[in-house]
């Protein structure tokens, strides 16, 4: 157990939709990512936070947003949903702001869109 | 945009054996890190590497960087059944954005 908690396991809807996913990071780490897997584009970044504001930006499209709340845990939303956002989304924590040190993955949600 | 070139896609080999696989990418980059992801699991971090000749082992697996020539190796020494999994290679570019490779299925054979 990574101790990264991610909330729903599985969620499936309809095109045009928005869901939330969320994420608790391991107990006292400040930083939260976020993940996409899919077959067509393999893993790719989508964003991370620290300490609750945005410290980086990967390939996150504009209907999808985060944010990271004071008590740490954070949430993707994803809005007008098409049936290529279909995919693994991970979230991870680390201890520190930056990529320096060992990342933490939760289990992942995956998404169905139908 | 950052590319991240891994080979071999997929890897089969025997129980014993060594083997290398290998990271290459596009762009200047000194932070460097490998994942091991189970067959319908999430991903597990391997090593962060974040300096030129950094070198990192643990157990039957060991990682370099040579900044200079934009590579990276995850070496596999002797390996057992234990060790399949896809394994991918990321590399975090100065904006701290984050690109993977497209990872290396590797099975182990008895």
């Known amino acids: 157990d990574s101790g990264v908690t991610q909330t729903p396991k599985h969620l499936i809807t309809a095109t045009g939709q928005r869901v939330t996913l969320r994420c608790s990071p391991r107990?006292?780490?400040?930083?939260v990512y976020w993940y996409q897997q899919s077959l067509d584009q393999g893993l790719q970044f989508l964003i991370q936070?620290?300490?609750?504001?945005?410290?980086a930006k990967g390939n996150i499209l504009e209907r999808f947003s985060a944010q990271q709340f004071p008590d740490l845990h954070s949430e993707l939303n994803l809005s007008s949903l098409e049936l290529g956002d279909s995919a693994l989304y991970f979230c991870?924590?680390?201890?520190?702001?930056?990529?320096?040190?060992?990342?933490?993955f939760g289990a992942g949600t995956r998404l169905s869109v139908l | 945009e950052l590319k991240v070139e891994q080979n071999p896609l997929f890897l089969s080999m025997q129980e014993g054996k060594n083997y290398t696989i290998y990271c290459n990418y596009s762009?200047?980059?000194?932070?460097l890190y490998w994942y091991r992801q189970d067959p319908g699991k999430s991903l597990e971090s391997l090593f962060v590497l974040l300096s030129n000749g950094a070198v990192k082992q643990e157990g039957r697996l060991m990682a370099s960087l040579d900044t200079k020539a934009r590579l990276s190796t995850l070496h596999i020494t002797a390996a057992v059944h234990d060790l399949s999994a896809t394994y991918f290679c990321?590399?975090?570019?100065?904006?701290?954005?984050?690109?993977f490779g497209t990872g290396t299925s590797l099975t182990v054979i008895p």
């Open positions: 990321a590399v975090a570019n100065t904006g701290n954005q984050f690109y």
């Open positions: 991870a924590s680390s201890a520190q702001e930056y990529f320096a040190n060992i990342q933490y």
């Open positions: 762009t200047t980059s000194d932070r």
């Open positions: 936070y620290y300490n609750g504001e945005e410290r």
């Open positions: 107990s006292g780490d400040l930083s």
